[in-house]
């Protein structure tokens, strides 16, 4: 079973539960920083070729735009919960507490597996209180109080290599200008003077993606924002350039872990 939380008064954060579950993600990135614990069962995180292995307790927290995937161990479940916080408001609570405990207000830049049991129960104290019925100004409180402890970002790093190539920028913005009718690779390569070759491996090398899989994984990060403001699945799968509502809810659930319909109905 998975659940979903959000609140229009608190729009810069999301979570989930998932229980018992066996559903298996595609490598995928997520606009937001995402926190996440492991409940039950083990589960194999992967990113940029380093795998842990998660076990009931650990905290993981992964920066917006980073490439990974986490998913049980075969012919296992588990039961997880999830954090998703835009990452200008997690700014901008650091910045207010470092004055407060005078550490360094930036935003981590490395992936955080935390093992220890204070992560853990302080996530869970805080995802216990999002999904209640108590005002948003707790939850809200709750939510500041949490991320200026920044147990969150404890514990063993993985260090995450941040593409700065400005030739792969520039392959990027082409693609986000045509979700509806995304180039082929050919035209694209052609387009930045560029062989298909050339445009593979830049994107594997700073991504870890194919350029389609990247362009992908955007669409559904795309989707997911509107499904949130109420647009239909039919409308929604054509203005991304999805072939049908078929293979959009496919690909949706093969990086969401769940259904379009399930995603915007909780």
């Known amino acids: ?21 066996r559903a298996c993600y595609r490598p995928h990135s997520h606009p937001t920083l995402s926190i996440g614990v492991v409940d039950r069962g083990q589960s194999q995180f992967q990113c940029q070729q380093r795998r842990e292995r998660l076990t009931p307790g650990c905290l993981v927290s992964v920066p917006a735009g980073v490439v990974h995937d986490c998913n049980p161990l075969p012919d296992q479940r588990w039961s997880y919960q999830m954090l998703y916080l835009e990452p200008a408001w997690v700014s901008e609570v650091l910045n207010e507490a470092s004055v407060e405990i005078d550490t360094a207000p ?30 948003a100004a707790d939850k809200e409180t709750a939510l500041i109080e949490f991320l200026g402890s920044r147990l969150w970002c404890h514990g063993h790093s993985l260090a995450v290599h ?14 986000l200008e045509c979700l509806e009718r995304p180039p082929s690779l050919e035209v694209l390569a052609q387009d930045h003077c560029l062989s ?11 991504t870890g993606l194919t350029p389609h899989a ?32 078929g293979h959009f809810q496919r690909a949706f659930k093969a990086r969401v872990a769940t259904t379009p319909g399930r995603y915007c109905s909780t």
């Open 1 to 21: 079973m998975t659940q979903f939380w959000r609140d229009p008064m608190l729009p810069f954060v999301e979570s989930r539960r998932a229980s018992d579950s």
């Open 106 to 135: 930036t935003m981590p830049s490395a992936v955080f597996i935390a093992r220890d049991a204070a992560p853990y129960q302080a996530f869970c104290r805080l995802n216990t209180l999002l999904f209640s019925q108590a005002p």
């Open 214 to 245: 990247w362009l992908l994984d955007r669409r559904i990060q795309q989707a997911r924002r509107r499904l949130c403001q109420g647009v239909e699945l039919a409308e929604l799968a054509q203005e991304l350039g999805f072939a049908d509502q």
């Open 196 to 206: 298909r070759y050339q445009v593979i491996r830049l994107f594997r090398r700073e």
């Open 162 to 175: 941040w593409p700065n190539s400005s030739a792969l920028a520039g392959l990027q913005q082409h693609l």
